[in-house]
C-alpha cells in the first residue's frame, strides 16, 4: 500500500470511533483497576474516596486488602480454578464437536456451503437465554433425554443432569460452538483441495493423510478457535447461574455476588482485574492470529 | 502381441457425468507404454476429468479401465501404479522439499536407508540436489514443478500423469522446460501421460496426441499424423491453421478427384479409390503448403490473387492473399531470404500454389 | 471444479451437528404450542402461552424496551463500526493503531461480566463525581450495548473492505473526487453489506444482552432478557418458550430476507488461490 499522508477524513474516521472506545472502555477498565485499591466504606457508594484532605491533612486511602484476600482464601482461589478449568473443558469440547462439524461443511458442495453456514450461525443469532433454558427443560429429571435413557433400559431412575457441572459444561459447549466453528470452518475452506487429493495419489490412506497434511494445516485454526471459546468462557455467569450448583461457583458468579449481595466493590473489582490481567496471556498469543480471525467477519 | 507391445493402459467405453452434465461419452484409448500422450482439448472437453478417472480420484459411470493388465475398477487412488503431477504442484507448505518428495515412501513405510537413497537418485535426477531442506514458498515456479515431479518420480509409478504441466510457467521457460520433461522420461522410461490445451506444447513433447472434443476423443495419432492428416474439420482448424474449401462438385479420376468450390475454383486433390471425398465434404490446405509467387507455377493448383495483409513475424511471414473470386486464403511463407530483396509485400499481386498431396480430405 | 467424493460420515456429521444445534430451539417451538407444561401429562396444540403472553404486561413492557434499546443502540454501532472497521482496512499504519485494535478485541474476547461491571464502575464514577443521575437509566444502557456492538461491526466491516480492489479509491482520486466524496461514493457502498450484517447482529445482540443490562438498568427499566432471566432462576413457566418461538421466527425471517438480498459471502472471505483454474 502506497504510504500517503493522512487526509482529514482519514483522521476522522479513525478518531470517532477511537474517542468513543477511549471514553467509554478504556476509561471503564482504568477505573475499574483504581477501584479495586479503593478502601470499602458504609455508604454510597460503599467506597472510601482515595483522596482525603481534612485538617489541612492530606491522605491516600488506598489498598491491596482485596488482592490478598483473592490470594489467600480458598472461595476464590477455587473459583479461580474451576473458571479456568471449566473454559478449558469447554473449549476441548468445542473441538471435539466443532472441528467435524466445520470440517463437513467445508467439503460439502459449494453450492450448498452457505446455507450450511448461516445454519451454523442462526442459533447464535436467537436468544441463548431461551437456549439455555431449553436444554434445562431437556435434560432435567422428568425430561426427555432421561425419559430416554428409561425406556432403554441403560438406567433405573432419572440421573441428576441438571444442576451439575456437567449440565454446564453441556450448555456452556452448546452455547460457544458457533465462536469455535466459523474461526475453524474460515480456515479449512482455504485448504487447497489439491494437497488432498495429492496425498491420495501419493498413496496415503485417508487416516494417514488427515493425520499428516489436515491436522498439521489446521492447528493454527484450531488454537486460535480455542481461544475464541476460552477466553470469554472464563467469566461465563449466566450459564453456571442457570443450570449449576453452589459447587460450580466461578469467576462470573462470586463477581456477581461480591458486587450485588456483599456490596464489596472493591473486591469486585480486584476479581474483575485479577481475571483479565490472568487472560491477557493467551489473547497476546492470539494476537497474531487475530487479523485472520477478524478477517474471518467474526 | 508379447509383454513389451501391450498397451499399458487401456480404456474401454468410458462415461462420466456431473450431475446433469455429461463429461466423457464412452471413451476408448491404449496407451503404449513408456510413450508420451497427450490429451488435447479445450476447456470442458473432458480431458481433466479423464486425467482424474486414471488417477482415481473419482470413479467412472460406466467403461473400464486397466493399468498393465489390472482392472482399477474399486482400486481407489491411494493404491493405484499411478501418481498425478497437479497443475498447481499441491506442494504441501508445511513440509520441506525432502519431506515433499518422501511423502509418498513414508505413507508406504519404506524402510529409512531405502527413502534416502531413493531421494538422492530422484534429486539428482531434476537437479535439485541441495535444495531438500528449503519450503516450498522458497522456491521458484521451475523449481516448485521439479519438487513435484519428483515427489512423483520417485515411487517408480507405472502411468505418471501430468495436468497442464506449462501452465504455471512463464513462457520464455518452457521450452527448456519441455525438453527436460522428455529428457527425463526417456531416461526413466515411465510413460507418461499429459493434459494441456496448447498444442505446441502437445506436438512438441508426444509420441502421440488424442485430440478431445466434448466428451470424445476425435483423433488419435502421433503429432505428424494428427497434423498432416487430420480427419474432421475440428482437428484440422485446432491443430494450427488451416484453409477448407467447402466441396460443390467432385469429379473422381483414377489417381485424383477434382473439387470445385461453391465460389468457382477447382482443386486437384489426390485420393485414391477408398479416400472419397463427397459433395459437403471439405478439402483442407495448410498455410505452408501454399507458396507464394509472382507469376504462375506448374503446380496443378494455381491461383491469381492479391495479397491483402502480411505479417512479419521474424522466422516466418503470414499472408492473407484475396484470390480474385473473392476467397480469402492464408499462406506462410518462410524468411529465408536474409536481405529481404524478393520479400512480398501488401498490394501485390501474386500466384498461390499448392501441390494435390497438400489437399486433405476432412470428412466431418 | 469437481470435488472428490464425499464420504458418507460427513453427511453424519452434518446431520448430527445440525441437530444438536437445532434440537433446543424445536424443543421451545414444539412446546408453545403446547396445552400442557412440558411433562405434565399429554400434548394437545393450544395457543394458550401465546395469549398469557398477550395479556403479560410486565413481559411486553421489557420487551418494547429491549427493541427500543436495541433499535437506539445498534446504528450507534454500526456507525462507530463502520467507521473503525474502514478506517483500520483502509490504512495500514497511525499511531495508537494496536492500542485500537485491542480495544475493539476486547469486548469480543474479554468475559461479558468484566466490561458489564466496567461499565457501572464509569457510570457510577460520573454520578459520585458531578453529581449526574443517569446513572441507571436508558443513556447508559444505550452507551454500553453501542459499545458492545461496535466491535463485532467493525470486524465484519473491516474484513469485507480488506478484500476490496483498491484500485476503484485509486480511480476515484484519479478523477479528481476529494477525501470525504470517496469515502462516501466508494468505499462506504463497498462496505455496506458489511455494516448492514453487522448492525443486524449488534441488534440480536443488544436484543439478548442480559449481564451487562443487569448491570446497568434499575427495577424500573428491566428489558427481556433480564426478565426473563429472573423467571428462569424460579423455574420454568411456558410463556417463555412463547417469547422463544416468537423470537426465533422473528430472528429466522430477518435473517432468511437478508441472506437472499445479499446472496453469500458477508461470512467467510474467500481468497482465491493463485494458481491458474483447470478446466475439465
Known sequence: ?298 | MSIQERPILQIRNLSKSFGATRVLSGISLDIPRGSIVSLLGRSGSGKTTLLQLIAGLHDPDAGTLSIAGADMANVPAFERPVNMMFQSYALFPHLSVADNIVYGLKASRTPRAERERLLKWVLELVRLEGLGARRPDQLSGGQRQRVALARCLVLKPTVLLLDEPMAALDRGLRADVQKELTGIQRKVGTTFVLVTHDQDEAMAMSDYIAVMDQGDIVQFGTPREVYEFPRTRFVASFLGTINLFECGRVERFPSHCQVTTEDGLTITASCNADSSIEPGHAVGVRPEKISIARGPSASANNFAGVIERLSYCGNLSHATVRLAGGRAVEATVVNSDHTGADALAPGAAVYVAFPPEAAVALRT | MNHPRQRPWQSVTLVLGFAFLYIPIAWIVFFSFCGDPPGGGGIHFSLRWYEALMANDELREAASRSLVLALLSSPIAAVLGGLAGIGLARLERFPGRSLMIALLAIPIFAPEILIGFAFLMLFASAEALTGWSQGKGMLTLVIAHATLGTPIVASVVFARVMGRDRSLEDAARDLGARPLRVLVTVTVPLAAPGILSGWLLALTLSFDDVVTSSFLAGPENTTLPMAIFSGLRVGLDPQINAVGTLMVVGVAAIAAVFHMALRVGVWTRRVRGSFPGGGA
Open chain 1, 1 to 298: 500500500m502506497k504510504a500517503r499522508s493522512l487526509t482529514l477524513v482519514d483522521r476522522l474516521t479513525i478518531a470517532i470511533p477511537f474517542a468513543w472506545l477511549l471514553a467509554f472502555l478504556a476509561l471503564p477498565l482504568v477505573s475499574v483497576a483504581g477501584l479495586s485499591i479503593h478502601e470499602i466504606a458504609d455508604s454510597i457508594p460503599p467506597i472510601a474516596p482515595l483522596f482525603s484532605h481534612a485538617h489541612g491533612h492530606f491522605a491516600i486511602h488506598a489498598s491491596l486488602r482485596a488482592f490478598a484476600l483473592i490470594g489467600s482464601d480458598a472461595l476464590y482461589l477455587s473459583a479461580f480454578w474451576n473458571g479456568f478449568v471449566n473454559a478449558a473443558l469447554t473449549a476441548g469440547g468445542c473441538i471435539l464437536v466443532g472441528f467435524p462439524l466445520a470440517y463437513a461443511i467445508a467439503r460439502s458442495p459449494e453450492k450448498r456451503r452457505n446455507l450450511y453456514v448461516l445454519l451454523a450461525v442462526l442459533p447464535f443469532w436467537t436468544s441463548f437465554l431461551l437456549r439455555a433454558y431449553a436444554w434445562m427443560g431437556l435434560i432435567r429429571d422428568s425430561g426427555p433425554i432421561n425419559a430416554l435413557l428409561l425406556a432403554l433400559g441403560v438406567i433405573h431412575h432419572p440421573i441428576a443432569i441438571l444442576y451439575s457441572p456437567a449440565a454446564v459444561l453441556l450448555v456452556m459447549v452448546y452455547s460457544y460452538l458457533p465462536f469455535f466453528v466459523l474461526p475453524m470452518y474460515a480456515v479449512l475452506e482455504k485448504l487447497p483441495l489439491d494437497l488432498l487429493a495429492a496425498a491420495s495419489d501419493l498413496g496415503a490412506r485417508p487416516a494417514y493423510v488427515f493425520r499428516t497434511v489436515i491436522l498439521p494445516l489446521s492447528l493454527p485454526g484450531i488454537v486460535s478457535g480455542a481461544i475464541l471459546v476460552f477466553v470469554p468462557a472464563v467469566g461465563e455467569y449466566v450459564i453456571p447461574e442457570l443450570v449449576g450448583n453452589s459447587n460450580t461457583m466461578m469467576i462470573g458468579g462470586i463477581l456477581w455476588e461480591e458486587f450485588f449481595q456483599n456490596r464489596d466493590w472493591p473486591l469486585a473489582a480486584a476479581i474483575a482485574i485479577v481475571t483479565f490481567g490472568l487472560l491477557m496471556a493467551p489473547a497476546l498469543l492470539l494476537r497474531r492470529s487475530m487479523g485472520r480471525l477478524v478477517g474471518a467477519g467474526l
